[in-house]
C-alpha cells in the first residue's frame, strides 16, 4: 500500500466532495438528522467555497492518496490572533481508517502550523463522535471545553473543542 499526502488542487474537488459525503454518511447518520447532513455538506463543500478557500493564504489543504486514489483528507485554518491552527476537516474513506493515513494528515497540518507562530493544535468534534474522540486523544488532543454552535437553519453544532500544543511533533508514522 502507497500513501502519499499531497495539497489539494482544483482538480481534485469533485472527486473531494464526492468522497466527503460518502464519509459524512458513514459517520453522522447516527448523530445527526439526514437534514443536518445535507445542510453542512452544502455549507461546507460547495465546490465554489473550496475553490475559495485552496486561494487563501491562512488555509491550507491535503489529501491523502492510497495507490493513486483519493482515500482522505484535511483542511485547517489559520487563528491569527489566537496563535492557534485550527483542524477544519479530518476525514478518511471508511474503507481506510485506522491505517495510519489520519496521523499522516495531521502531521500535514501539523507541518503547516510550525510555518506559522501558531503554538496550539485545535479541532471540533461532536460529542457524539466517540470514534473520533479516541482518536484524537490518541493524538494527544485533550478536551478544552463544551461548544455549542447555532450553525443557522434549525441546526447546532454539539461539540467538544479539543487542544494539543504544537510540539512535540506529531509523527508521521505508526
Ligand atoms: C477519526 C479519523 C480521522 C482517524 O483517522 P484514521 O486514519 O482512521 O486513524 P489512524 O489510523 O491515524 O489511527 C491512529 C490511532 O487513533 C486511534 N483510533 C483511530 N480510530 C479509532 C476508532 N474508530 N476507535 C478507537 N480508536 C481509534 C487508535 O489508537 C489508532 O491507532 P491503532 O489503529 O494503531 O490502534 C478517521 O477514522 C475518520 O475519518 N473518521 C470518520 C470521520 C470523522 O469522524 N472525522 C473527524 C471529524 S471531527
Same mark, same amino acid.
Given at each position: 500500500?502507497? =500513501?502519499?499526502?499531497?495539497?489539494?488542487?482544483?482538480?481534485?474537488?469533485?472527486?473531494?466532495?464526492?468522497?466527503?459525503?460518502?464519509?459524512?454518511?458513514?459517520?453522522?447518520?447516527?448523530?445527526?438528522?439526514?437534514?443536518?447532513?445535507?445542510?453542512?455538506?452544502? $455549507?461546507? /463543500? #460547495?465546490?465554489?467555497?473550496?475553490?475559495?478557500?485552496?486561494?487563501?493564504?491562512?488555509?491550507?489543504?491535503?489529501?491523502?492518496? !492510497?495507490?493513486?486514489?483519493?482515500?482522505?483528507? #484535511?483542511?485547517?485554518? $489559520?487563528?491569527?490572533?489566537?496563535?492557534?491552527?485550527? =483542524? &477544519?476537516? +479530518?476525514?478518511?474513506?471508511?474503507? %481506510?481508517?485506522?491505517?495510519?493515513?489520519?496521523?499522516? +494528515?495531521?502531521?500535514?497540518?501539523?507541518? %503547516?502550523?510550525?510555518?506559522? &507562530?501558531?503554538?496550539?493544535? =485545535?479541532?471540533? !468534534?461532536?460529542?457524539?463522535?466517540?470514534?473520533?474522540?479516541? #482518536? /484524537?486523544?490518541?493524538?494527544?488532543?485533550?478536551?478544552?471545553?463544551?461548544?455549542?454552535?447555532? =450553525?443557522?437553519?434549525?441546526? !447546532?453544532? &454539539?461539540?467538544?473543542?479539543?487542544?494539543?500544543?504544537?510540539?512535540?511533533?506529531?509523527?508521521?508514522?505508526?
Amino acid at each position: 500500500m502507497h =500513501i502519499e499526502v499531497l495539497p489539494v488542487t482544483v482538480d481534485d474537488i469533485d472527486s473531494l466532495t464526492t468522497l466527503a459525503r460518502r464519509i459524512w454518511l458513514a459517520t453522522y447518520s447516527k448523530i445527526i438528522s439526514p437534514a443536518q447532513i445535507d445542510y453542512m455538506l452544502a $455549507q461546507r /463543500y #460547495a465546490p465554489q467555497r473550496l475553490r475559495e478557500e485552496l486561494n487563501l493564504p491562512t488555509i491550507w489543504w491535503d489529501q491523502a492518496r !492510497v495507490d493513486g486514489r483519493l482515500a482522505g483528507f #484535511a483542511s485547517c485554518v $489559520q487563528l491569527l490572533e489566537r496563535r492557534e491552527m485550527k =483542524i &477544519d476537516k +479530518l476525514y478518511v474513506d471508511p474503507d %481506510h481508517q485506522r491505517q495510519g493515513l489520519g496521523g499522516r +494528515l495531521l502531521a500535514a497540518v501539523a507541518a %503547516h502550523a510550525q510555518t506559522t &507562530d501558531c503554538q496550539t493544535l =485545535i479541532l471540533a !468534534v461532536n460529542k457524539r463522535n466517540a470514534p473520533a474522540i479516541a #482518536a /484524537y486523544r490518541r493524538y494527544g488532543f485533550v478536551i478544552r471545553e463544551e461548544v455549542c454552535i447555532d =450553525i443557522g437553519g434549525g441546526f !447546532v453544532m &454539539d461539540d467538544y473543542l479539543m487542544a494539543r500544543p504544537l510540539l512535540p511533533a506529531i509523527s508521521r508514522d505508526r
